[in-house]
């Protein structure tokens, strides 16, 4: 319960930060898609953080990792508010790499999720992986979810 209790300042603080985001993408005179790119990827995102506060706290750490990328892009959407050809291009750049940054967020915060959901089921069984190189590991998701 404590854990669930410290995700939820997070979760707030996430919101805000994706909120100042829309805000600045809005008045950006450069970089004007990326920047509306990034506002409009974050409104999904901020759809799915109160699933995540409620089913998986062990996220915590991740969530505010995200929120210190967040910042970084707010930082980057807030300077595309100012005219500056030269800028223009590393900015573009840095979209790049908070985008990458994103991702690698919310990839582990998936993978969180899918964990927690696998512990939680009760049908759940787990299979143990080959460990000889003459076994295969091809074959369907459906087969190894339907192995008695």
């Given at each position: 319960?404590?854990?669930a209790?410290a995700?939820?300042?997070?979760v707030?603080?996430?919101y805000?930060?994706?909120?100042k985001?829309?805000l600045?993408?809005?008045?950006a005179?450069?970089?004007?898609?990326?920047?509306?790119?990034?506002?409009g990827?974050?409104s999904g995102i901020?759809?799915?953080?109160?699933?995540?506060?409620?089913?998986v706290?062990?996220?915590?750490?991740?969530?505010?990792r995200?929120?210190h990328?967040?910042?970084?892009a707010?930082?980057?959407?807030?300077d595309c508010?100012?005219w500056s050809m030269r800028?223009k291009f590393?900015r573009?750049?840095r979209?790049?790499?908070?985008?990458?940054r994103?991702?690698?967020?919310?990839?582990?915060?998936?993978?969180y999720?899918?964990?927690?959901?696998m512990?939680r089921?009760?049908?759940?069984?787990?299979v143990?992986l080959?460990?000889?190189?003459?076994?295969?590991l091809?074959?369907?998701?459906?087969?190894?979810e339907?192995?008695?």
């Amino acid at each position: 319960m404590e854990t669930a209790l410290a995700v939820t300042p997070l979760v707030l603080s996430t919101y805000t930060i994706i909120y100042k985001i829309k805000l600045a993408a809005e008045v950006a005179s450069q970089n004007k898609d990326q920047c509306d790119f990034l506002a409009g990827r974050l409104s999904g995102i901020d759809k799915l953080l109160p699933l995540v506060q409620q089913q998986v706290p062990e996220a915590a750490e991740e969530l505010t990792r995200l929120g210190h990328t967040l910042r970084d892009a707010h930082d980057l959407v807030v300077d595309c508010q100012n005219w500056s050809m030269r800028r223009k291009f590393t900015r573009a750049k840095r979209f790049t790499e908070v985008n990458a940054r994103i991702d690698s967020h919310l990839n582990i915060i998936q993978l969180y999720c899918q964990v927690v959901d696998m512990s939680r089921r009760p049908d759940r069984t787990t299979v143990p992986l080959p460990t000889t190189a003459s076994h295969s590991l091809t074959g369907s998701y459906d087969q190894i979810e339907n192995i008695p």
